[in-house]
């Protein structure tokens, strides 16, 4: 009887032998079947994707812009609608480019918002935010780092956009394009110290030519880096696992993106100065008696060539020498010391530091001062204080402690008996910029992070009156204070003569118009020292900007020429800059527009005006474009302003505005000088 058997089953055995059995035709016809199922689903698979997933998807629209994600590099995209005008594109460097978001988004229950997350890394959320300003539209972008070791980066590229604002730097660019730069902590520094850092007046505020604008949150550290021509970056510091969080505005042209950035209420500082030229006093400081000699020496020789008007400027060690406060007492020295530089005013320098071997340090010592008025480093449980020391000018020095109102107290009423004793009208601070605690790789206490010391002491020292000076500007250019430039190199290179007029329309444009240029011809030893050509060219910009300083005077670097042509540079800056200044500052005052301004700001839409770095605007009436280049007198002049006349000073010429002069004559006695007519 045979066995019985699952007739549902086939048997390993008979299909085996059945698939062995097939002649080769049909085992290759099976073969190539599988070849091109395979096949069809690849190309199904690469059709879904090039048909049903764009290579850009809408993750947020506004009213007048919109927010894209680019899948094939991992970025944002900024365009204005409704045209899709490309504003910004903005590469993530935080997470997996390949990895799209989805189409739906985890915030799809709110119309203002996109949410999404990379798992293991890091979280975005994109918000439309209130506009600052009519004809605006903003967005919040955060980024939230989702593991301990997370560093976000958006890097903003400058591909068709031309990048203004953020930080100075040694060899000032505008725009920032040319600039380069590593990753390095977004915090004011000193360029004489660290050169390749960046500089004194910096704000997290960058302005594209687009009409977009970048506003990095305050109270997160951030590195930036310059990439030339290609992007510059933000990014957090590493191991922090700290949020990325900047704000980004959109308007039609980079003249309005500006107008429309908000600020404090502003207040100038003492006009009275722009009058003033400066003359900086370079003579003997062995002794206060040699100071004395010295000081009334400069004074007779400015008198016997005619300049015996304006302010004679009295270094920090001449200062110091001249207080001599562990010698003399106040009451007596206040009886003593006579008007120093009649009939020129007095200004004097002062710095939050103090030498360890100075009376002043040693003092604090004895009377126990020492853990509150300096800064300290954090102590251990159950220790003491101890004085972070830090070096200034080559010494070793202590710093003023400005979390303590006890040490601020002290400090500025210090500050204020010195300034009467000597009858000093003005009052220099230097050394505001830098964090001490950042410098030296140790942990600051929370108000002192990143330019919060720079902050809190410019906003003490404003407290002494419209008279004071400061080294520095961060988040400070509403409060009435002058800042002092950088000090510039003797020579025609950008970090000399051609970096003047960058610098100028870099503070300029973050508030900082009432700034103080560094002196005619550059304090900083450079390739061409002594060289009546850059004197002579230098001088002729610094007499249209707020206030002219003199390091070497012109009866020692050159001939009777140029010494009469400083006494009528001296004058006209008074007769007709400093009426001008004072028209646009109350517009400073009023709405925050910058007084000297770029080509763009009255050509926002034309290309050629983006990169102009050597010439200027007086508010919207006067265009100085100076010479920059040794031994050339000549240079083509950009006029911006589509329609509007433009009237020659030198030649009573009239042209048209958005065109260029090619070619156009200035010699070594003239320097451009345009007015607007209508």
Not at 26 to 41: I, N, R, S, Y
Not at 456 to 464: F, K, R, S
Request: net charge neutral.
């Amino acid at each position: 009887m045979p066995l019985s058997r699952h007739t549902g089953q086939i048997p390993e055995s008979t299909w085996t032998l059945g698939f062995r059995e097939m002649t080769e035709p049909w085992k290759g016809a099976v073969g190539c079947l599988g070849v091109a199922v395979f096949f069809a689903m690849t190309i199904g698979i690469i059709s879904w994707q090039a048909l049903e997933q764009p290579p850009e998807e809408w993750v947020l629209r506004g009213r007048d812009a919109g927010m894209l994600w680019e899948r094939g590099r991992g970025a944002l995209l900024l365009r204005a609608l409704p045209a899709g005008r490309p504003v910004l594109a903005i590469a993530v460097g935080s997470v997996p480019a390949t990895e799209p978001p989805p189409p739906r988004d985890r915030c799809w229950h709110d119309g203002g918002q996109f949410c999404y997350s990379w798992e293991e890394d890091a979280e975005l959320r994109l918000s439309l935010e209130p506009p600052a300003a009519p004809g605006s539209e903003c967005y919040s972008v955060r980024w939230t780092p989702l593991r301990p070791d997370a560093t976000l980066k958006d890097c903003f590229s400058m591909a068709n956009v031309s990048w203004y604002g953020g930080p100075s730097i040694r060899a000032q660019r505008w725009p920032l394009n040319g600039a380069e730069s590593p990753a390095q902590p977004l915090v004011s520094g000193d360029l004489s110290t660290n050169p390749d850092g960046f500089g004194p007046v910096l704000e997290r505020y960058f302005l594209g030519s687009t009409g977009v604008t970048v506003t990095a949150a305050p109270d997160v550290s951030l590195l930036l880096s310059l990439e030339s021509h290609r992007q510059f970056c933000l990014e957090t510091p590493a191991g922090r696992a700290e949020p990325l969080q900047y704000r980004l505005c959109v308007s039609a042209d980079v003249a309005a993106a500006h107008r429309h950035r908000a600020g404090a209420a502003r207040t100038p500082p003492d006009t009275a100065l722009l009058r003033s030229p400066i003359w900086r006093y370079h003579g003997p400081e062995g002794s206060a008696a040699k100071i004395r000699r010295g000081l009334r020496s400069l004074v007779r020789r400015l008198k016997r060539h005619h300049l015996q008007e304006g302010v004679v400027a009295l270094g920090e060690r001449g200062t110091a020498v001249l207080a001599a406060v562990d010698l003399v007492p106040w009451e007596r020295r206040k009886r003593q010391i006579p008007a120093l530089v009649e009939p020129l005013e007095l200004s004097i320098t002062l710095s939050p530091y103090a030498s360890v071997t100075s009376p002043l340090f040693l003092r604090s010592l004895r009377g126990g001062e020492a853990a509150g008025y300096w800064l300290s480093r954090q102590p251990r449980p159950g220790g003491s204080s101890i004085p972070l020391l830090t070096t200034w000018k080559g010494q070793l020095c202590a710093r003023l402690n400005v979390t303590s109102e006890a040490a601020l107290g002290w400090y500025l009423a210090r500050a204020r008996r010195l300034q009467q004793a000597l009858g000093a009208t003005y009052v220099a601070f230097e050394g505001v910029e830098g964090n001490s605690f950042l410098e030296q790789d140790v942990p600051a206490p929370a108000e002192l992070v990143d330019d919060g010391y720079t902050e809190v002491l410019a906003a003490a020292l404003a407290t002494l009156g419209n008279g004071t000076v400061i080294s520095a500007g961060t988040r400070s250019s509403h409060l009435p204070l002058f800042v002092q430039m950088s000090p510039l190199c003797s020579d025609w290179s950008h970090a000399g003569l051609k970096g003047l007029i960058p610098s100028v329309l870099h503070y300029s444009l973050l508030g900082y118009n009432f700034f103080i240029p560094d002196v005619v011809g550059g304090s900083v030893a450079g390739a061409t020292p002594g060289d009546p050509e850059l004197f002579v060219r230098w001088l002729q910009i610094v007499t249209f900007l707020p206030v002219m300083a003199f390091g070497t005077p012109p009866w020692l670097c050159c001939d009777t020429w140029v010494l009469n042509l400083t006494r009528q540079c001296i004058q006209r800056h008074r007769d007709f800059v400093v009426p001008l200044l004072l028209k646009y500052s109350e517009e400073w005052q009023s709405l925050g527009y910058p007084i000297f301004r770029p080509a763009w700001w009255l050509s926002p839409t034309d290309p050629v005006a983006f990169t102009i770095e050597d010439e200027f605007l007086i508010g919207d009436e006067v265009l100085i474009a100076p010479i920059t280049e040794k031994g050339q007198t000549w240079r083509d002049i950009y006029l911006p302003g589509e329609g509007h006349l433009w009237l020659d000073t030198n030649s009573a010429r009239v042209f048209d505005g958005g065109t260029t002069l090619r070619n156009y004559s200035a010699s070594l006695a003239e320097v451009p000088v345009f007015v607007k007519t209508s």
